[in-house]
Nanobody, 127 residues
Framework: VQLQASGGGLVQPGGSLRLSCVASGFSLDYHTIGWFRQAPGKDREGVSCINGRTGSTVSLDSVKGRFTIARDNAKDMVYLQVNSLKPEDTGVYYC?????????????????????WGRGTLVTVSS
């Protein structure tokens, strides 16, 4: 199981980026993908997730309406479209995954269930 996040960069406040997470060694159909971030000096926090079986999503309240998670199973990719960026969105963004049991209808942005993590991509929001 491997994950690799990319697409980060330096962007001005109000700008947008599309972060990508490429998955290999497992099927997105049976795994949840979560996006997490860690700002300098702060704890890691969950941003958004998508359940591989149901497609249901969950997002952090502070990013609702600005960030959108989507998947392309044919390409083994999960994307995080980040719009209207704010300086407080700065951080290293990671994607992670865990197997989804058939009875799990939703996903969580709590990090505990995630057992495979990829390298992050740095997002810096600054003027």
């Amino acid at each position: 199981v491997q994950l690799q996040a990319s697409g980060g960069g330096l962007v001005q406040p109000g700008g947008s980026l599309r972060l990508s997470c490429v998955a290999s060694g497992f099927s997105l159909d049976y795994h949840t993908i979560g996006w997490f971030r860690q700002a300098p000096g702060k704890d890691r926090e969950g941003v958004s997730c998508i359940n591989g079986r149901t497609g249901s999503t969950v997002s952090l309240d502070s990013v609702k309406g600005r960030f959108t998670i989507a998947r392309d199973n044919a390409k083994d990719m999960v994307y995080l479209q980040v719009n209207s960026l704010k300086p407080e969105d700065t951080g290293v963004y990671y994607c992670a995954t865990h197997f989804v049991n058939p009875w799990d209808q939703r996903c969580t942005i709590q990090g505990g269930p995630y057992d495979h993590w990829g390298r992050g991509t740095l997002v810096t929001v600054s003027s």
